[in-house]
């Protein structure tokens, strides 16, 4: 709330200690499903932990999940949220989907295509067929991950070079196109808290997701994993350059 956010987004644990006194005050984003980190080894599985219906029970306005793309699980992750979305939206409330990829093979040679702008895309076409009202993904740093993998998924040669520059803001362009050409909103999260260089970068990848086309940021780790004041002050950052009206777009 001091933050000026407008949602929160929490495990069910996390929002239902608190639904009674705030859920009304600040819109509550469900996350119905994450991943576990004590099976050995560790897998990329994303696992319901939460029912749609508890959701609508805490007064929450929207639920959130997450789609590893690429991994082993996805088609099952696929099935479950697709699910989870529908009853969700038959009760009014808001779906949003984590678009993430999981795959190691998208990865190697010190290249990672986990953020290929390409990939990515693809990712949140997936999301918005399966119903999604906001799609999140990771900042795209590179194009290029389909011709990184041999006889993989299908692309177009257009894609690299005429219809998407070596450009930071064209990339995320990129992802917005495929959200159904920008009908469905693409937020960027913010990473991984860096120490001294979360600002900037908060900002900076505000600023490229305005420019591109998107529709916000969300911001975690950044944030919260701060003392009170400097957490909100990174949040107001992020806020200023939506409401900057000299960041147009590009």
């Given at each position: 709330i001091?933050?000026?956010c407008n949602a929160v987004a929490c495990t069910l644990g996390g929002l239902g200690l608190v639904a009674r006194r705030y859920a009304h005050k600040i819109p509550f984003i469900l996350?119905?499903?994450?991943?576990?980190?004590?099976?050995y080894p560790n897998?990329?599985?994303q696992t319901m932990f939460a029912r749609v219906e508890q959701a609508w029970d805490m007064g929450c306005a929207a639920v959130g999940a997450t789609i590893y793309f690429g991994s082993d699980d996805a088609d099952r992750e696929i099935e479950e949220v697709g699910e989870a979305f529908a009853a969700a939206h038959e009760m009014g409330m808001a779906t949003i989907l984590w678009c993430y990829l999981r795959n190691p093979a998208f990865a190697k040679d010190g290249v990672d295509h986990h953020t290929s702008a390409d990939l990515t895309a693809q990712a949140n076409h997936l999301g918005v067929t399966l119903s999604a009202d906001i799609i999140k993904q990771k900042l795209p740093t590179l194009n290029g991950g389909y011709n990184f993998l041999p006889k993989y998924g299908k692309t177009h040669k257009k894609v690299y070079g005429e219809l998407v520059s070596d450009h930071p803001v064209d990339y995320v362009r990129w992802q917005v196109a495929n959200c159904y050409m920008g009908k469905i909103g693409l937020i960027n999260s913010g990473g991984a808290s860096a120490g001294e260089s979360d600002l900037q970068e908060a900002v900076y990848t505000a600023v490229v997701n305005k420019r591109a086309g998107g529709t916000g940021l969300i911001s975690g780790r950044k944030a919260f994993q701060k003392p009170m004041a400097e957490g909100i002050a990174l949040l107001n950052a992020i806020q200023?350059?939506?409401l900057?009206?000299?960041?147009?777009i590009a």
């Amino acid at each position: 709330i001091e933050g000026g956010c407008n949602a929160v987004a929490c495990t069910l644990g996390g929002l239902g200690l608190v639904a009674r006194r705030y859920a009304h005050k600040i819109p509550f984003i469900l996350k119905i499903n994450h991943n576990q980190l004590l099976t050995y080894p560790n897998g990329a599985r994303q696992t319901m932990f939460a029912r749609v219906e508890q959701a609508w029970d805490m007064g929450c306005a929207a639920v959130g999940a997450t789609i590893y793309f690429g991994s082993d699980d996805a088609d099952r992750e696929i099935e479950e949220v697709g699910e989870a979305f529908a009853a969700a939206h038959e009760m009014g409330m808001a779906t949003i989907l984590w678009c993430y990829l999981r795959n190691p093979a998208f990865a190697k040679d010190g290249v990672d295509h986990h953020t290929s702008a390409d990939l990515t895309a693809q990712a949140n076409h997936l999301g918005v067929t399966l119903s999604a009202d906001i799609i999140k993904q990771k900042l795209p740093t590179l194009n290029g991950g389909y011709n990184f993998l041999p006889k993989y998924g299908k692309t177009h040669k257009k894609v690299y070079g005429e219809l998407v520059s070596d450009h930071p803001v064209d990339y995320v362009r990129w992802q917005v196109a495929n959200c159904y050409m920008g009908k469905i909103g693409l937020i960027n999260s913010g990473g991984a808290s860096a120490g001294e260089s979360d600002l900037q970068e908060a900002v900076y990848t505000a600023v490229v997701n305005k420019r591109a086309g998107g529709t916000g940021l969300i911001s975690g780790r950044k944030a919260f994993q701060k003392p009170m004041a400097e957490g909100i002050a990174l949040l107001n950052a992020i806020q200023n350059v939506y409401l900057a009206k000299d960041v147009t777009i590009a």
